[in-house]
């Protein structure tokens, strides 16, 4: 476990950072659906709108710590980790450059320039804005990398939320759901459980189809690459994971469940009617993963009091209008059909 001196959630009661401690609040419908007691960590809270507050809050205030003078951070992002680069810099007194996708919604660059960044649009993927951003880069002596999910500190915010989750329970919760992309928010939340003593709480990674690199990696046996991503849910759009997302993903607590675009869509419709907050559907996945009835047959030995922790990692690519059009889409497409759910086999435990 880390220490107190170093552990970020330590600090936050002594300082302000780019991050906050959120709400873990216990839910009536969810619980049902479940047929044990299910928490919301809610995520959606922080200060750029999603759990990318905590760990590209923890990275940029790493490096205003560690290089005094002007600083302009520069972040490749599709949506909320820009979003996030540029809340903590302004937060911490610097300035900020997304480079996104030019398939990014006019709705998620608008809220990056409210918030004081600077956007450019540039490529058909996060690959080519990420390339970019390196040229942008070799042009600034005062430019710092604003990685989105691939990197120590990243990870190390994000494990901040488990310290909370762990606080606020008494102990470790008896399985964790959350959604994954590149792998930032699941490693935050493995090392977390790590660093706790508690590494066989089982974590159900959940994807979407169209976006599973992690479950394309599991199922081969190897690191690939996914061709494209083509699922709605584009915060979940990395078409490789991180390395370290890869690894940590092998180890045998690990639950991976592909979701359909129309599950994750009704996952946000539900979450709003039950619980009146409104997520993308890169969220909304994990609550599907509940409301579909996958948490009692991939983790079976929950019983009625067991704890269950689901992120409700947030995300800002959404709106009232975009929520009503995926109850019109996809409301008589959102079946429980043939779901795909791997248990990662201990012969692959790392």
């Given at each position: 476990m880390v220490t107190s001196d170093s552990n970020p959630s330590t600090q936050l009661r002594h300082k302000n950072l780019p991050w906050i401690r959120t709400p873990l609040l216990e839910s009536n419908a969810l619980s049902k659906a479940a047929g044990c007691r299910v928490f919301m960590k809610m995520d959606m809270f922080q200060p750029s709108g999603s759990f990318k507050s905590r760990g590209v809050g923890n990275l940029c205030l790493k490096a205003v710590q560690s290089r005094p003078g002007p600083i302009r951070f520069y972040s490749s992002s599709g949506g909320n980790a820009g979003l996030a680069?540029?809340?903590?810099?302004?937060?911490?007194?610097?300035?900020?450059?997304?480079?996104?996708?030019?398939?990014?919604?006019?709705?998620?660059?608008?809220?990056?320039?409210?918030?004081?960044?600077?956007?450019?649009?540039?490529?058909?993927?996060?690959?080519?804005?990420?390339?970019?951003?390196?040229?942008?880069?070799?042009?600034?002596?005062?430019?710092?990398?604003?990685?989105?999910?691939?990197?120590?500190?990243?990870?190390?915010?994000?494990?901040?939320?488990?310290?909370?989750?762990?606080?606020?329970?008494?102990?470790?919760?008896?399985?964790?759901?959350?959604?994954?992309?590149?792998?930032?928010?699941?490693?935050?939340?493995?090392?977390?459980?790590?660093?706790?003593?508690?590494?066989?709480?089982?974590?159900?990674?959940?994807?979407?189809?169209?976006?599973?690199?992690?479950?394309?990696?599991?199922?081969?046996?190897?690191?690939?690459?996914?061709?494209?991503?083509?699922?709605?849910?584009?915060?979940?759009?990395?078409?490789?994971?991180?390395?370290?997302?890869?690894?940590?993903?092998?180890?045998?607590?690990?639950?991976?469940?592909?979701?359909?675009?129309?599950?994750?869509?009704?996952?946000?419709?539900?979450?709003?009617?039950?619980?009146?907050?409104?997520?993308?559907?890169?969220?909304?996945?994990?609550?599907?993963?509940?409301y579909y009835g996958l948490l009692g047959k991939v983790v079976p030995n929950l019983q009625p009091d067991s704890k269950v922790v689901l992120v409700v990692c947030g995300g800002s690519n959404i709106s009232v209008d975009m929520l009503a059009a995926y109850r019109e889409m996809y409301g008589s497409k959102a079946i429980i059909g043939e779901v795909n759910s791997r248990d990662v086999p201990s012969s692959h435990t790392s």
């Open positions: 680069a540029v809340t903590a810099a302004r937060m911490l007194g610097h300035e900020a450059t997304v480079v996104v996708p030019e398939t990014t919604t006019e709705l998620m660059k608008a809220k990056i320039r409210v918030a004081g960044g600077e956007v450019i649009s540039h490529g058909a993927s996060w690959k080519e804005a990420d390339d970019y951003i390196q040229g942008l880069l070799e042009m600034d002596d005062q430019g710092v990398y604003c990685a989105p999910f691939d990197h120590p500190d990243i990870w190390e915010g994000n494990a901040t939320l488990i310290d909370e989750i762990i606080d606020d329970l008494g102990g470790s919760p008896d399985a964790i759901i959350a959604s994954v992309g590149g792998g930032g928010l699941f490693c935050g939340i493995q090392l977390g459980l790590m660093g706790h003593g508690s590494p066989d709480v089982p974590i159900l990674a959940v994807e979407t189809e169209g976006a599973a690199s992690l479950n394309a990696a599991l199922q081969a046996g190897y690191h690939v690459t996914l061709p494209a991503v083509t699922s709605i849910a584009t915060s979940l759009g990395a078409r490789r994971v991180a390395a370290k997302t890869y690894e940590l993903g092998q180890r045998p607590n690990v639950k991976s469940v592909v979701l359909s675009d129309a599950q994750a869509a009704m996952g946000c419709c539900r979450l709003m009617d039950d619980e009146r907050v409104a997520v993308e559907a890169a969220c909304g996945v994990s609550a599907a993963a509940i």
